[in-house]
């Protein structure tokens, strides 16, 4: 029951913006963003953890619709160093605590 | 900064041979996990561990156990590697916050 991540792969021009989601077939109690370049471990961004929540991490933002069981990162005047694959992990309800389950990812390229 | 190590960074087995792969963090977290990554399924949660000797299953455990000895280490073991195991191994510690923090990976190849 991994949640699906769309789209699985984006292109960009520097400075242009990007919207990735994450959407499970399970009702949410958390919802984590990660990158990770290439060659490197994954690096925590953000938790969103309350339906409706939005957090800002210098550009890069995210919204959590508990309802509707999904999350989005937007990516705002996206730089070179967004370059990466971004992965969505999410806490269920009734499951084990502290337990995430990464989605499959989103490779995210920016170009000059 | 919050440190986490993993003892190789590249290792090369035989099948039938018996892997360890251990996983250190400094930072006095209870809960540490074990992911592999593979290209196209994303990070899949093998063992996970609330304490000393606590252990619970992930969603891929076939074939792994794990030991938890010590606080800060955590081992994840391949009894009679085969070649399916052929992956990136990926350890982490959390926060009690919700952070993770992950190990450099381990990328395992069994011939």
Partial sequence: ?112 | DVKVTQSSRYLVKRTGEKVFLECVQDMDHENMFWYRQDPGLGLRLIYFSYDVKMKEKGDIPEGYSVSREKKERFSLILESASTNQTSMYLCASRNQMGTQYFGPGTRLTVL
């Avoid at chain 1, 925590?44 to 989005?72: R, T, V, W």
């Avoid at chain 1, 705002?76 to 971004?86: D, F, N, P, R, V």
Wanted: aromatic share 10%.
């Fill in chain 1, 1 to 112: 029951q991994q949640p699906v991540q769309s789209p699985q792969a984006v292109i960009l021009r520097e400075g242009e913006d990007a919207v990735i989601n994450c959407s499970s077939s399970k009702a949410l109690y958390s919802v984590h963003w990660y990158r990770q370049k290439h060659g490197e471990a994954p690096v925590f961004l953000m938790i969103l953890l309350k339906g409706g929540e939005q957090k800002g991490h210098d550009k890069i933002s995210a919204s959590f619709n508990e309802k509707k069981q999904q999350s989005s990162l937007y990516l705002t005047a996206s730089q070179l160093s967004y370059s990466g694959t971004y992965f969505c992990g999410t806490e269920n309800y009734g499951g084990a605590t502290n337990k995430l389950i990464f989605g499959t990812g989103t490779l995210l390229a920016v170009q000059p």
